[in-house]
Antibody
Framework: VRLEESGGGLVQPGGSLRLSCEGS????????MNWVRQAPGEGLEWVAN????????NYGDSVKGRFTISRDNARNSVYLHMNTLRAEDSALYYC??????????WGQGTMVTVSS | QALVTQEPSLTVSPGGTVTLTCASS?????????PFWYQQKPGQAPRTLIY???NRHSWTPDRFSASLLGGKAALTLSGAEPEDEAEYYC?????????FGGGTKLTVL
């Protein structure tokens, strides 16, 4: 059971980036998926989640209107499209699946740095 | 969006007991918030200790227990060991958005 993030990197303020997270070893299409971020030296911040079939989506206040979460169950993948990036979006972005006692798995994270 | 508050830091002696709490700015924490608790050590991804208020995962040591206490979620560590020194976060599943607490840095000393 594994989640693997990719797509992080250095981007200029105002720029865009797309993060990807691929799941393996479990029935990806059955579970809600989350993105969680952690700025250097700071705490965890929940970013967004998406229902297993994509029919429900929620965002944290700090990213609403700028970030879009989506998924492709055929590819066992969830994505985070990030637009209008700011310095304060710089963080390690984790993919996370929490399903009570059935499944609980974190990725290792992908780093996003927003800087000119 | 609710503000979730934890003690910034706590210290416990080896073998001792300590309780970490998690409060919501919108009112009492209830089982409806489905509180989660996480442990994070430097350089590592978080590890989920507790889900749905008081349920341990198979990998969660028995010395960790959780409950609702005085309108807050609570994580109790009984018989602290040196490897329990870490940052601990709670998570509340509010209507729609999820919200993490600011974390408690637990020192075992």
């Amino acid at each position: 059971v594994r989640l693997e993030e990719s797509g992080g990197g250095l981007v200029q303020p105002g720029g865009s980036l797309r993060l990807s997270c691929e799941g393996s070893g479990f029935s990806f299409s059955n579970f809600w998926m989350n993105w969680v971020r952690q700025a250097p030296g700071e705490g965890l911040e929940w970013v967004a989640n998406i229902k297993n079939d994509g029919s429900e989506i929620n965002y944290g206040d700090s990213v609403k209107g700028r970030f879009t979460i989506s998924r492709d169950n055929a590819r066992n993948s969830v994505y985070l499209h990030m637009n209008t990036l700011r310095a304060e979006d710089s963080a390690l972005y984790y993919c996370y699946c929490a399903a009570g006692g059935v499944l609980d798995v974190w990725g290792q994270g992908t780093m996003v740095t927003v800087s000119s | 969006q609710a503000l979730v508050t934890q003690e910034p830091s706590l210290t416990v002696s080896p073998g001792g007991t300590v309780t970490l709490t998690c409060a919501s700015s919108t009112g009492p924490v209830t089982s409806g918030h489905r509180p989660f608790w996480y442990q994070q050590k430097p350089g590592q991804a978080p590890r989920t200790l507790i889900y749905d208020t008081n349920n341990r995962h198979s990998w969660t040591p028995d010395r960790f227990s959780a409950s609702l206490l005085g309108g807050k979620a609570a994580l109790t560590l009984s018989g602290a060991e040196p490897e329990d020194e870490a940052e601990y976060y709670c998570l509340l599943l509010c209507r729609g958005p999820w919200v993490f607490g600011g974390g408690t840095k637990l020192t075992v000393l």
